[in-house]
């Protein structure tokens, strides 16, 4: 079983940087490959960025490269996502989600398709 709480949301302006932190709670984290989604209001639920198990890999919505950069530090079982020059257009609620254990495979992250999900992070860009 994997727990996970996210962290680090909040209100920024347009242009601003916040670092959403996903803390995982059992000793399995580390085998998971992890990602980010969002969902706005009114909007469906979107892939944001992914990891890979080692860590090696990274993968990205093409909306936020460039921008955002996905790391994991399996020590302290936590990924983060650093997000910087912010649009009010990312705003939404961030959750993370953990799947496809032992994988280096980023692409195609479906949000159902994850073993572990987090409650989200509610992260407002104003204009």
């Known amino acids: 079983q994997v727990q996970l709480v996210e962290s680090g949301g909040g209100l920024v302006q347009a242009g601003g940087s916040l670092r959403l932190s996903c803390a995982a709670s059992g000793r399995t984290f580390s085998s998971y490959a992890m990602g980010w989604f969002r969902q706005a209001p009114g909007k469906e639920r979107e892939f944001v960025a992914a990891?890979?198990?080692?860590?090696?890999?990274?993968y990205y919505a093409d909306s936020v490269k460039g921008r955002f950069t996905i790391s994991r530090y399996n020590a302290k079982n936590t990924v983060y996502l650093q997000m910087n020059s912010l649009k009010p257009e990312d705003t939404a609620v961030y959750s993370c989600?953990?799947?496809?254990?032992?994988?280096?495979?980023?692409?195609?992250?479906?949000?159902?398709?994850?073993?572990?999900w987090g409650k989200g992070t509610l992260v407002t860009v104003s204009s």
């Open positions: 990891v890979s198990w080692t860590g090696i890999n990274t």
């Open positions: 989600a953990a799947g496809r254990p032992y994988s280096e495979y980023v692409r195609d992250f479906d949000y159902y398709g994850m073993d572990y």
